[in-house]
């Protein structure tokens, strides 16, 4: 399920930690890298398992209403189109799911989760969304694969209190929870009614994302004199303590992927390193980023100090 870009910026923030002087043990960055990535998967599963809290909160408020003083005939007899959605159904009865949360020790158990989820419904029953759904008269596979799919984009993945709580569990989860809510979403769109949900792996078995990540950090660490020797030489007319902390560090990770990620073609790497500086640097670095790479591919290529693997990989 892992995304290259996003292993990347996970290694710029340990790295980015390492070098500013907050740990320096190669072997706990690489501890911390680890388990934040298994984070990630944490997330995945706990957001796989929100849409089925939110059929339990509507089943509980279904049997709270029908234990009312005057119970209405709405109330003895509620719209079941949500509770007995068909994914969600398949979600709740998912022995593989559950049982992969139960390992990781991922669930939402607890009166605080039930409470936020009471919300999180509560909410939902407000919405255009629902309420067009729950009287539009259709029924089938389709409407509740397409209300499901809905529910989780604007009711699950964007839900405030859903995001409070993965920011107070964890600071490994600042810059996870787009991806991880877009691997859910495939995930989901991917069931059909005959199969069993197919739930993404962390590492896919035929992938080197681990061996790319570790690396991407050691050999970025190892590296750490001669890629500041390249960068002063590239950077003509820039002394290095006027490049910004950040901008160095992108050029020490793309010099590292270059010359030690076989592969990895050099455009991608390129690309790469500038998409991410537009995020985490200064409005200007990418252009900087852009020139110092695009000059350090030629140099390197030249001094055959990159060797790539497979036809086109140098383009």
């Known amino acids: ?18 070098f500013q002087g907050h740990e320096n043990d190669a072997h706990k960055v690489e501890k911390e890298l680890l388990l934040s990535i298994e984070r990630m998967y ?13 059929q339990r909160a509507a089943q509980n408020r279904q049997a709270e209403l029908k234990k009312k003083m005057r119970p ?27 049982k992969l949360a139960e390992q990781r020790k991922v669930n939402w158990l607890g009166a605080e989760s039930q409470e936020m989820f009471k919300k999180m419904y509560l909410h939902l029953l407000d919405t255009e969304l629902y309420f067009e759904h729950m009287n539009n008269g259709v029924e089938g596979l389709e409407e509740d694969m ?30 996870d929870l787009d991806l991880c809510a877009s691997m859910a979403l495939k995930t ?13 792996p962390l590492y896919k078995a035929d992938d080197d994302e681990k061996d790319f990540v570790l690396t991407l950090m050691h050999k970025t660490i190892q590296s750490d004199d001669q890629h500041q020797a390249d960068i002063l030489a ?28 076989s592969s990895i073609p050099t455009k991608v790497t390129l690309n790469e390193y500038i998409e991410i500086s537009k ?36 383009n």
């Open 42 to 54: 944490d997330m995945y599963l706990y957001l796989l398992l929100a849409l089925p809290e939110l």
């Open 234 to 261: 590239l950077a003509d007319n820039w002394e290095l303590d006027r490049i910004a902390k950040m901008d160095m560090l992108l050029l020490k990770m793309g010099l590292t992927e270059l010359q030690f990620c």
């Open 72 to 98: 209405t005939a709405e109330d003895l007899n509620p719209n079941m189109k949500f509770v007995e959605n068909q994914l969600l159904e398949h979600l709740s009865s998912h022995a593989g799911l559950y």
């Open 279 to 314: 995020f985490y640097s200064t409005p200007k670095s990418n252009v900087f980023i852009n020139g110092i790479l695009d000059k350090a591919i030629s140099k390197l290529t030249e001094e055959k100090r990159i060797q790539k693997v497979g036809r086109g990989l140098l």
């Open 146 to 175: 397409a209300f499901a799919l809905q529910v989780f984009k604007q009711e699950v993945a964007n839900a405030s209190l859903l995001q409070h709580f993965f920011d107070e569990k964890s600071i490994y989860w600042t810059d």
């Open 1 to 18: 399920m892992l995304n290259r870009r996003h292993l990347r910026i996970k290694v710029l923030q340990v790295l980015y930690a390492f």
């Open 188 to 200: 989901l769109k991917s069931w059909k009614p005959d199969q069993q949900m197919e739930i993404l």
